[in-house]
């Protein structure tokens, strides 16, 4: 009676912090025989330092038990009968998979027998193609600690997305799925992870990458699952700090191709990060609390492209988790957890910035939210609910001004360079993008003698993405387009209204919000039942099904998303041996990705701007040419341009718009969009090795059909716009025709003992990613196929404008971006007792082959005076002036090879129950220096820019449907090219870096020195 005051207090602190994330768990299975015969009737106890008191059941008709929705850890496991020997095990379960631990127990002896051995690696015990890393091997090795470091240790795994995002198995970046504690982190727009975990809190990773249950859905990557500590009965706690110095990292090689300028010169300063943890019991096997805390102020240098000029990115950041697990009684608990991220930087980018005028501030807080429910109402029957909410907003990110001089973005026509003022408006509303989600499931385990035993798992989870955002893409809703000039540090603009591939050099785009946002809620509701059937000692299932039913409103609370999905998975194993040392797998399954935001929400005229894109054909300004003292300064040429535009009609003049894109009247949802599937097959092969070693090998199949598109032809009609411009409609849709994603890969991983205190592990890929289909974009996120952003202005694919489009090289099949042959993580671990302590020496080598780049260029195939024999317009309000021309087969052209040797030392001293510690990584020790990446998180870091008519007027304009296209050599003059009647040409300096981000990590130096109790 003097615990249920104390009870009801856990409880109404539960439900205060309203915490709770899905905690996700781990399953044990098993079968106890006795001279190899089943042994039903067996009590089967289960204890471990990160679970509240223990948990029993009894093995079944066919000797098999299961123990679902157990926290991960190390376990005891004991085996009792009465007339026979107790048997205890050891086995350490494994986030989101399942271990096994058979036991064979005897009659007893007049002395009690314990047998103590380990259980088989979980990674064979199912046919999902899994990886799983603790904080130990993690702390061990010289890797970030963040969710994405951890990923990228893994197989099928490549940060080849736009901005450096995480791709696993071929499928688009913003295609994975990302949990916390069960919390849905993926940031709304791009699907990336976000940074919402304290690295000394995270318990263990694990990556489902294949064969994955039907529990889980909303993804066609893979699902990367990370649980943080949660106490116990003992006090546990670190406190550490990490250095880290931006003149401790080398510079790379570096240098600008046009100028010649090198890296900015790294300031020298320490930056600390500081993390807490501690955890414990409040009441011993009924109250644990777990607090963690996290704060970083960091200064690191960087340098704009173009001016090269240094400046100093900073950040100041505090994170903080509170989670409190407790047993209503011995069958019912509660875990609450709750994590708060505060996040303010100075001296920011978006984009590929010229001068220091386009740098930005911004905080992006971020509030985490969850409760969980565990029931075991019988020993067969189990129970879960959980609810979790994610807040993440965005608070200023752009432009400080929004009058026409400084607020008005600058954009270079060849390049995409930006300058002159931040993109986005900093001073307008918040953007927000949450999330939340209810979940409720039941698993029931069934024992037989005749068909083997059955751990059926069913439930139901309701998901919904949130956004207000009014989208805002400058300071004064206007960019001008010119050529940069960089002159004695200063950024000057030359704007030339002579025409080039049909419409002036230099142009006006205009971006207003036709209405503020509503909120859109794009919600997933999904029911999946799973069975995992063991049938005897060779054969074991994995069967499933999940049902998705997708339904969405935009931002103006109009409905566009309206459909649903069936997702069948089935996997089976068939264990050669029947003890568990042979095993082969194989799996079908359908993954249905989640709504993407952007396309769903792109004819909606709340939050979403419109596109308007003027021809300038005021007086040139600063010609190519110009010596440096007579060039205008920049305000001044706005100053001017603006006084031209104003004076010749302004937006309101329609004749001067040669694009234009405005949601509800350029484009429309034809009907209601479906979510884009993969359909996916794997074989695998397991085999356990001694010494607790084994070597897994996968072949992964995947296929991807309706895709997001935009077809715009003669058939889809056209529109007036509010100014009563008359416009083409597109018609957004799925589609399949004549596009294509696969990814084949064959990967290994495993790990051994070479001798008693050296392991060696690893991983390696062979992959090939082909296709037509990329939708997406560094700064567009998810995009639709028929138009692509490149320096700003849509470039036309097919299904746009066919009459223009419908030829081999504007669309090809060929090698994406994130292609990228082989792979490989190789890792050598040696442990040793040391003089006062532990010494842990760890080597990690990486190399990966080189990734994709493009020949890519725009041209404009309309008949006109320049080319006679060009396409005749059939009747389009505004026939398409740039379309894209592949000029070399696609992914053809690779950057560097990269390899990376890089080493770690951990070397700790117990006190009584202190250990202090201290770790140094080296990242690179061989300071290799390859070309690794063609684009970041700034757009293109490697020069791909091809000249055509478009963008160089002495190159001959082409019929991409009856002419060969001849290229001027690389380098020569342009009265050169003009005279061989050439049509296009590479970039002087094409395929070289123009910015230092283009390079491998040089080598770099980190430590960190605290204490663990």
């Known amino acids: 009676m003097q615990l249920r005051p104390r009870n009801l207090l856990c409880l109404a602190m539960l439900l205060v912090s309203i915490s709770a994330f899905a905690q996700t768990t781990a399953t044990l299975t098993g079968t106890v025989t006795t001279d190899g015969k089943p042994l039903p009737g067996v009590t089967v106890t289960v204890s471990s330092p990160n679970l509240q008191g223990t948990r029993t059941t009894i093995s079944g008709a066919n000797g098999d038990y299961i123990f679902p929705s157990l926290p991960p850890g190390p376990y005891q496991v004991a085996f009792d009968l009465e007339g026979m020997q107790r048997v205890t095990k050891k086995a350490t379960l494994r986030l989101a998979e399942t271990s096994r631990v058979d036991a064979e127990v005897a009659v007893s002896k007049v002395s009690e027998a314990i047998t103590v051995t380990a259980a088989a690696p979980s990674v064979l015990e199912t046919p999902q193609v899994s990886t799983n890393f603790d904080a130990k091997q993690i702390e061990s090795l010289p890797v970030d600690r963040n969710i994405q470091g951890r990923v990228l240790l893994a197989p099928g795994v490549t940060n080849t997305g736009p901005n450096n995002q995480i791709v696993i198995h071929g499928a688009q970046s913003f295609d994975n799925l990302y949990l916390v504690n069960g919390v849905v982190v993926n940031e709304n727009v791009r699907g990336q992870p976000q940074a919402a975990v304290i690295e000394d809190a995270i318990q263990e990773t694990t ?34 700090d990490g250095l880290s110095n931006d003149k401790w990292i080398s510079k790379t090689a570096f240098k600008d191709p046009v100028s010649g300028v090198p890296e900015a010169n790294h300031i020298s300063k320490v930056n600390p990060i500081y993390e807490e943890t501690v955890g414990g019991r409040i009441i011993r096997d009924r109250l644990w609390f777990f607090l963690a805390g996290r704060q970083a102020k960091t200064s ?36 609450g957890s709750y994590l708060k991220v505060k996040n303010n930087q100075s001296g920011t980018k978006f984009g590929n910035i010229a001068d220091l005028a386009s740098l ?14 565990n029931g075991v109402i019988t020993n067969s029957l189990l129970v879960e609910a959980q609810w979790s909410k994610k807040d993440f ?69 309701d998901f919904h993405q949130l956004r207000k955002e009014d989208n805002y893409q400058s300071g004064s809703d206007f960019r001008l387009f010119g050529d940069f000039i960089y002159s004695g540090g200063t950024l000057f603009l030359h704007l030339d209204p002579n025409k080039s591939g049909g419409v002036s050099r230099s142009h006006w785009e205009w971006d207003p919000l036709l209405g503020t946002s509503q909120v859109s809620d794009f919600g997933t509701k999904s029911a999946f039942i799973n069975d995992k059937w063991d049938f005897n000692q060779h054969w074991s299932f994995n069967a ?118 405005i949601p509800g009247f350029t484009e429309k949802i034809q009907g209601k969009l479906k979510s884009p599937y993969m359909d996916e097959l794997t074989a695998g092969y397991g085999v356990q090795l001694p010494r607790n070693s084994y070597l897994r090998a996968d072949i992964i199949h995947r296929k991807w059909s309706d895709f997001y598109v935009t077809r715009r032809d003669t058939t889809t009609g056209q529109n007036t716009t509010p100014t009563g411009a008359k416009v083409d409609v597109g018609f957004i849709e799925n589609s399949s025709g004549d ?6 890969a064959v990967q290994l991983q495993g790990q051994t003992k070479l001798i008693q205190r050296v392991t060696l592990g690893g991983n390696y890929t062979y992959a090939k990613l082909r296709g037509n289909v990329e939708n997406e974009e560094f700064n567009n996120a998810t995009v639709t196929i028929g138009a692509i952003g490149t320096t700003g202005s849509n470039v036309f694919q097919m299904p746009e404008y066919p009459e223009y489009t419908n030829y081999a090289q504007n669309n090809p099949v060929g090698y994406l971006p994130a292609d990228i ?44 005076t320049a080319l006679p024999n060009g396409v005749t317009n059939p009747g389009y309000a505004l026939p398409p002036t740039q379309v894209a021309y592949f000029f070399a087969p696609r992914g053809d052209l690779r950057l560097d090879s990269i390899k990376e040797t890089s080493f770690t030392v951990n070397y700790s001293v117990p006190i009584t129950r202190v250990s202090l510690f201290f770790k140094g990584d080296v990242i690179n020790l061989f300071n ?58 590479l970039d002087p300096n094409f395929g070289k870096a123009t910015n230092k981000d283009a390079y491998q990590i040089p080598r770099t130096y980190r430590f960190a020195v605290g204490v663990r109790f």
């Open 393 to 461: 907003s965005i608070v200023g990110g752009g432009a400080p001004f929004r009058d026409e001089i400084k607020g008005t973005l600058l954009r270079d026509i060849s390049t995409g360079f930006r300058g002159w003022s931040p993109t986005f408006c900093g001073v307008c509303a918040p953007k927000e993008r949450d999330n939340k989600d209810a979940l409720v499931k039941a698993s029931y385990f069934l024992s037989t003698k005749a068909t083997g035993s059955h751990n059926l798992t069913a439930g139901v989870d």
């Open 739 to 744: 596009l294509s994603r696969k990814y084949n």
């Open 928 to 985: 290799n220096q390859g070309v690794e990446q063609a684009a970041t998180s700034a757009g293109n870091v490697v020069q791909q820019r091809v000249f055509t008519n478009f963008n160089r007027s002495t190159l001959k304009p082409f019929n991409p449907f009856t002419d060969t296209p001849k290229e001027c050599p690389k380098g020569t003059a342009a009265a050169d090219c003009a005279a061989m009647g050439a049509n296009w040409q």
């Open 300 to 335: 690191f240098s960087n340098q704009t492209v173009g001016l090269n000029l240094p400046y100093t990115t900073t950040a100041n950041e505090s994170r903080y988790e509170a989670k409190l697990t407790g047993n209503i009684t011995s069958k019912h608990s509660l875990i």
């Open 544 to 661: 499933g099904v999940r049902y998705d039913k997708n339904d969405g409103e935009n931002q103006t609370h109009v409905k566009t998303v309206s459909d649903s999905r069936v997702s069948p998975r089935i996997g089976g194993i068939f264990d050669v041996t029947g003890n568990g040392k042979h095993r082969i797998s194989a799996n079908y399954g359908r993954y249905v990705a989640m709504i993407s935001q952007r396309p769903a929400d792109s004819t909606s005229t709340g939050g979403r701007y419109s596109t308007y894109q003027f021809q300038y054909l005021g007086p040139e300004i600063n010609p190519i040419g110009t010596p440096a003292a007579q060039l205008v300064p920049t305000e001044e040429v706005i100053r001017r341009a603006f006084q031209w535009f104003h004076d010749n009609g302004f937006t309101g003049n329609n004749s001067l718009i040669y694009s234009l894109a």
């Open 360 to 373: 930005r501030s911004v905080s992006n807080p971020i509030s985490l939210y969850a409760l969980h429910y």
């Open 821 to 864: 042959r082989h792979r490989a993580n190789v890792w050598l671990q040696y442990s040793s007792p040391f003089p006062l302590g532990n010494l842990d020496l760890s080597l990690l080598q990486r190399y990966h082959s080189g990734i994709p780049y493009y020949a890519f260029g725009v041209i404009n195939p309309g008949k006109s």
């Open 207 to 240: 990556l489902l990458t294949g064969g994955v249950s039907a529990e889980y859905g909303r993804f066609t990557g893979g699902v990367v699952s990370t649980i943080t500590k949660s106490g116990g009965n003992e006090f546990t706690g670190s406190v550490r």
